[in-house]
């Protein structure tokens, strides 16, 4: 029998993470995953994404690195700032950009891999937020990638099979494995259904019209 690769997912317990774990799964990795509290308004994603792995038998670290919140301040996700409505537009959402937060859990990650033997680090950047967030767009995956490679002894890949792709055809990849979404949260409040107006749930809510589909989260509007 083939030993299975091993390989870590920073699974945060939104759609598109939902979807990358979900398919390394299926291909027959190893799945580790990791989640991180960076001091954001809630961690009601974090508490879906545990639940996600007990169902899947993934083994699962809630990393807290909370007391960096006040190096990444002044962020809409992490800081006393309103948070913006409507469509992802750039000039709304930059509120939303929290300072370098994927090198920051990509590092981490890499680090966790090292020490699991682990010779991959997935994580679910995609097309749709390239224009919003600079550690999403691939200019920065390739360098963060390259660094990957010669930081350790052992080398590790930055897996992105998103790279490329719009939230919509995230979500189709997602259906023809036959995902169910009701397990993942997306909406930047934290209360007990999605607020439906945030731009998270604007861009989910458009994905799902997009594949003629119903979102099977309970929205306030």
């Not at 870590?8 to 027959?28: P, Q, W, Y």
């Not at 010779?119 to 224009?131: Q, T």
């Not at 010669?150 to 997602?174: D, M």
Request: with cysteine; hydrophobic share 40%.
């Amino acid at each position: 029998m083939t030993e299975k690769t091993r390989a870590v997912v920073v699974f945060s317990g939104g759609m598109d993470s939902f979807t990358v774990l979900n398919k390394a799964l299926i291909e027959g990795r190893d799945v580790y995953a990791i989640s991180f509290n960076y001091g954001q308004r809630h961690s009601k994603e974090l508490d879906v994404a545990a639940r996600v792995c007990q169902k899947l038998n993934v083994p699962h670290k809630v990393v807290d690195i909370s007391a960096i919140n006040s190096l990444m301040a002044g962020s809409s996700l992490t800081s006393d700032v309103e948070i913006p409505e409507g469509h992802y537009e750039a000039d709304s959402m930059k509120s939303t950009v929290v300072p370098n937060r994927n090198m920051v859990l990509l590092s981490m990650a890499i680090a966790y891999a090292v020490s699991l033997e682990a010779p991959e680090v997935h994580y679910g950047a995609h097309s749709g937020d390239h224009h919003i967030y600079p550690d999403c767009r691939p200019e920065f995956v390739h360098a963060m990638n390259a660094v990957s490679n010669i930081a350790n002894y052992q080398p590790v890949e930055i897996v992105t099979p998103f790279l490329n792709n719009s939230k919509g055809e995230i979500l189709a990849a997602g259906l023809a494995m036959g995902l169910d979404y009701a397990d993942t949260w997306t909406c930047y409040n934290g209360r007990e259904h999605a607020c439906g107006k945030c731009g998270a749930c604007t861009e989910r809510l458009e994905a799902f019209a997009n594949q003629n589909q119903t979102d099977p989260l309970q929205y306030e509007q």
